[in-house]
C-alpha cells in the first residue's frame, strides 16, 4: 500500500502552482498510490474554501483522500482555534500544517504555539515545512518545541529539503516524537534518514505531482527489506495519520 503523506489541492499564489482534485486522482492511480495526506495550498485565494474542497474530495473517495489543515497562526487564539477544531472535528482532517515559508513564521515565534497546542488538544499530528526558507525552516529549531510538546507527533515536512537533511536527522535524534517526511530529498539522504531513525519515523511524500515518479523509484531502490519498504512507503503514514 502506497500513502502519500504529503499532497495538495488547490491555487497556490505564493508559488505559482494550480493542483487540481482531478489531477491528483489521475495520478494516484497511475502509481496505484492507495491514499493521500491533502493539504490547502498556504497561499490559496480563500483558505477555508480550499480546506471544503479538500473535505468535498474526501467525501467523494472514502478510504483515499484525508485532510491536513492548514491555517495561517499569526492571528487572534479564537480564530485559529476554531478554524482548528473546524478542520479536525467537523471536516475531520488529520493534522495541522505549520507553514514556516509560506506563512514566513518561525515554530518558534509566539504565533507558533497554538499549532501545538491545538495538536495536542485535537490530539492530531502536527507538520512542520523544513528546508526553503530559512531561517524559519530550520529544523533545528523544532527541537525545543518538539521537547516541551512530546505528546505531540510532529513531522518535518521535507526533512530540511536536501540542503538540511543531515540537521533533520539530528532533531528526530534527539526527539522521538519528530518524523521524517521525504518529499525533495535525495536518494542519499533518504537512506541515511531510515538508518539512523528506522522505518517507523520515516515516510514517503510526493509534495507536487511531478515528483511522484522519481520519489517512489528512491524507495524501491534504497535495497531495504521488505518490512522496512512497507513501512515507509505506507505503513507509517497510515498509521501516524490513523487512515482508516
Ligand atoms: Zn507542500
Not at 87 to 115: C, D, M, W, Y
Not at 148 to 157: N, Y
Not at 164 to 185: H, K, M, R
Request: negative net charge.
Amino acid at each position: 500500500m502506497i500513502v502519500d503523506a504529503h499532497t495538495h489541492i488547490g491555487v497556490e499564489r505564493l508559488f505559482n502552482l494550480v493542483m487540481t482534485s482531478e489531477e491528483l486522482m489521475a495520478t494516484m492511480e497511475r502509481f496505484h498510490i492507495s491514499k493521500a495526506v491533502v493539504q490547502p495550498q498556504a497561499g490559496a485565494p480563500d483558505i477555508k474554501q480550499n480546506h471544503r474542497e479538500i473535505f468535498e474530495l474526501a467525501q467523494a473517495n472514502p478510504g483515499k483522500i484525508y485532510g491536513l489543515a492548514s491555517f495561517n497562526p499569526v492571528t487572534d487564539e479564537e480564530e485559529y482555534r476554531k478554524n482548528a477544531e473546524w478542520a479536525v472535528n467537523e471536516l475531520k482532517f488529520r493534522g495541522l500544517k505549520l507553514h514556516t515559508n509560506g506563512f514566513s513564521i518561525s515554530p518558534q515565534n509566539p504565533f507558533s504555539r497554538k499549532v501545538f497546542e491545538m495538536g495536542r488538544k485535537l490530539k492530531v499530528p502536527v507538520m512542520i515545512h523544513t528546508g526553503a526558507g530559512v531561517p524559519q525552516a530550520l529544523p533545528s529549531l523544532v527541537i525545543p518545541v518538539a521537547r516541551e510538546f512530546s505528546d505531540v507527533p510532529i513531522v518535518l515536512a521535507h526533512a530540511g529539503g536536501g540542503m538540511f537533511a543531515g540537521e533533520a536527522i539530528i532533531a528526530a535524534q534527539l526527539c522521538d516524537n519528530i518524523y521524517l517526511e521525504t518529499s525533495w530529498v535525495y536518494a542519499a539522504d533518504v537512506a541515511a534518514m531510515i538508518s539512523a531513525i528506522g522505518a517507523d519515523r520515516v515516510m514517503f511524500g510526493s509534495d507536487i505531482f511531478q515528483n511522484i515518479p522519481s520519489h517512489l523509484a528512491i524507495y524501491e531502490n534504497l535495497g531495504l527489506s521488505d518490512r522496512d519498504y512497507e513501512k515507509v512507503i505506507g505503513l507509517t503514514a497510515a498509521s501516524l495519520f490513523d487512515l482508516k
